[in-house]
Structure formats: C-alpha cells, structure tokens
C-alpha cells in the first residue's frame, strides 16, 4: 500500500482529494500549516470526520519572513498564494522524507484560481517545492500530465479526476456522493486575501520591516492607530479584546489603561516617545467613560514600570484621521 502526504486546509477541494485517494486504497496523512493568517480547526474537523490522521505544524516565523519578501507578488491583497503554496510544498515535501511518504497530494484544481492554480503556477509551486516529481493533484491529475506516481502504479490513474476551471458543481456532487457532510463554504479562511487586515499589515511593513509574529498577531485584535513613524496603538473594542491585549503583552509593550474609570486597554508597540504614549492616552481616554472630562489620568505600565499620565480625551474626529 502506497503512502501519500496531503496539504488539508479543511476545504472541500483538499478534503475530496484525500478521499479519493483513501478510496482506492492509499494510506493517506494529512498535513496543516498554522500561521497569524490561518489556522487549523477546520483542518482538524475535516480530517476527524474522513478519519484520517493529521500532522499539524506552527511556521509562523519562516511564514513572516516569505511574507515580508514574496518571489513571486502578491494577489489582490497581501496574499501571496503561489510563495505560499511553494513553502509549503516545501515543508509538506521535507515532513514526507523523514516520515517514509512515498508522494505529496493536494486539492489544487487547475484554472479554479487565476494566479495560483493555471497551469504555470502548479508547474512552479511543484518546482519550488523541491520535490516536483512527487505532487499529484488527484482532483485534475487527468487533465495534468502523467506523475511518476501514476507510472510507477502507487495510484490509478483511472480513479483519479479531471476536473478544471472555477466551477464547484462538480465536486458538490462528489461531496454528496462520497457522504462528506459540514465542509466549509469555498473562498475565505486567509486573512492575507481581506483588505482590512492587508491594509493593517502593510502599514506595519511600512513602518517596521523588522516586525515579529508577535506584532502581527495583534493587527488582529481591537482598533489599530498609527501613532508615529515608530510606533502604534492597539485598542481593545470590548472585554475580550481588552484580555487578549494584556495576554499579548510583551515587556517592552506598554499597557494603558484609565484606572477608576471604565474603558478600553490600550497596547503601544514600536519605539514609542513621550509624544506617543501622550497621544495613545488621549485616544485611550476618548473611547472610555471620562471621554467628558477635561482631564484623565492614564496608568501607563511596561513590565515592571509604571507611570501616569494626565490627558486630555482626544476628540473623535481626530483620533479618526489616526485610525488604520
């Protein structure tokens, strides 16, 4: 029996090409990637309900580093799919040699996507992998040239698929057929792909190239307000932001808060002034309960030091021309 690794986001096109190689007979493995821009729960489901194992892998940092620098672009937004899908080929590629894999699959679907998915992109993606003769797209494998797989008889040609282009009636039918019930819906599930959040990461590019995963993960989190060239806010909208603020908290962020009076927790990252942590204050206090007031005080903490800062609550429509 022949063994395949498989790349498992949890949507329908990954999950249909494990099956249909788990229906003829290989021992398939899935395999996810976790990043700041996607994770594994839908992965994790989908393999439970085909009842296969799955490998999951955090590469959030050699991610970021591909991001900052993508080979080949970005999409629409900061989505940079065919570098992405190359890295983890890659990755996908290095995990099946030390496991004794004999191939690599995924849910590729030739012309579904634009830029990622023509013909071109597949043959570079499997080049950039570093393992080219052993990726089998099951889904459009018959309208693809024959693999090395197929030749050798670890698969059957016969059993594999041919579908292409951008329609998906083809593989809900499928879904029907082979009883695979709860997929997610197609399209979304990469916050790269989402303008908003591409428009808070390239600002955060812009202005510190040296950025780390811990930074990114909060441009997830609450408002975002870029303060200087050198530094931003974060600021919780409500309880929940404001407890994964102070769980994101690194020493040298510094924690702002409007003590005695009710509001919202506020994050300064970057390389801050007295300036910044000034205006952080002001917009901190703008969004709580003494936005009234003349004057408020801000508890400012960075690790072990704290001060205390008396502003004046910003008005909205300048803290307005500060939100990103």
Not at 196 to 220: G, I, M
Request: glycine share 8%; hydrophobic share 40%; charged share 25%.
């Amino acid at each position: 029996m022949s063994k395949a690794l498989g790349l498992i986001s949890g949507g329908l096109d990954s999950c249909l090409a494990a099956l249909c190689l788990k229906r003829q007979g290989v021992d398939v493995t899935g395999i996810v990637f976790v990043t700041p821009f996607f994770g594994s729960q839908k992965a994790e489901q989908m393999a439970a309900q085909m009842e296969i194992p799955l490998l999951v892998e955090n590469i959030s940092e050699v991610h970021l580093e591909m991001l900052k620098a993508p080979r080949y672009g970005y999409g629409r937004n900061m989505n940079p799919c065919i570098d992405c899908h190359a890295m983890m080929f890659r990755l996908a590629g290095e995990r099946m040699a030390a496991d004794g894999f004999d191939f690599l699959f995924s849910g590729e679907v030739l012309g579904q996507r634009p830029m990622s998915q023509n013909a071109n992109a597949l043959r570079s993606v499997a080049n950039l992998s570093g393992s080219p003769d052993r990726v089998l797209r099951p889904l459009s494998a018959q309208v693809l040239p024959i693999t090395p797989m197929e030749e050798a008889g670890l698969v059957d040609r016969s059993q594999l698929l041919d579908i292409q282009g951008r329609s998906r009636k083809r593989q809900e039918a499928l879904a029907r057929e082979w009883e695979l019930v709860d997929y997610p819906s197609s399209g979304g599930g990469c916050l790269l792909t989402e303008k908003n959040f591409s428009d808070r990461l390239r600002d955060l590019f812009d202005h510190q190239p040296d950025c780390t995963v811990a930074e990114v993960e909060l441009l997830k989190i609450g408002r975002q307000f870029r303060l200087s060239e050198k530094s931003k806010l974060t600021l919780g909208r409500h309880q929940k932001d404001n407890e994964k603020i102070r769980e994101a908290a690194l020493p040298d962020h510094v924690i702002l808060h409007t003590p005695g009076l009710a509001g919202p927790v506020g994050l300064v990252s970057g390389q801050p002034d007295e300036t910044d942590l000034a205006t952080a204050g002001a917009i901190t206090a703008s969004y709580g309960k003494g936005k009234s007031l003349d004057e408020v005080k801000v508890q400012a903490t960075s690790g072990e030091e704290q001060q205390f800062i008396m502003v004046k609550p910003m008005p909205r429509q300048d803290v307005a021309k500060l939100l990103l």
